[in-house]
């Protein structure tokens, strides 16, 4: 199946976060563009994570540790650990979560 991003509406899943997502059977995928200084509040799920930064520095608290990520980095968010984040900067994240996130459907 061939999908283009260009192709798939943005949704506002929370203020400041503009994604567009794709589900497959077991996974989601969500490319985001963040508006300066947009929060996303401390928060745990079932869903293991992994969210690269593709433009902009952000943010990013996982477990009580806070790091500032730039282009090309990723981190790793195991199922249950509580997360939080900010853009310092506007920025384009991309999250994969499995099993797929149904609340963002």
Known sequence: M???LAEIDT????PGYHGK???TQNMSLA????????KVPEHAHINEQVMQVLQGKFEFTLGGITNTYEP???VII??????S???????????????TREEYR
Not at 11 to 14: D, G
Not at 78 to 83: G, I, L, Q, R
């Open 2 to 4: 061939k999908i283009k």
């Open 78 to 83: 195991p199922p249950n650990v509580s997360h």
């Open 11 to 14: 949704k506002e899943i929370m």
């Open 72 to 74: 090309g980095d990723l």
């Open 85 to 99: 984040g900010r853009a310092l900067t506007p920025c384009k994240l991309m999250d994969v979560f499995s099993p």
């Open 31 to 38: 490319f985001w563009e963040v508006e300066k200084g947009a």
């Open 21 to 23: 997502l794709i589900h």
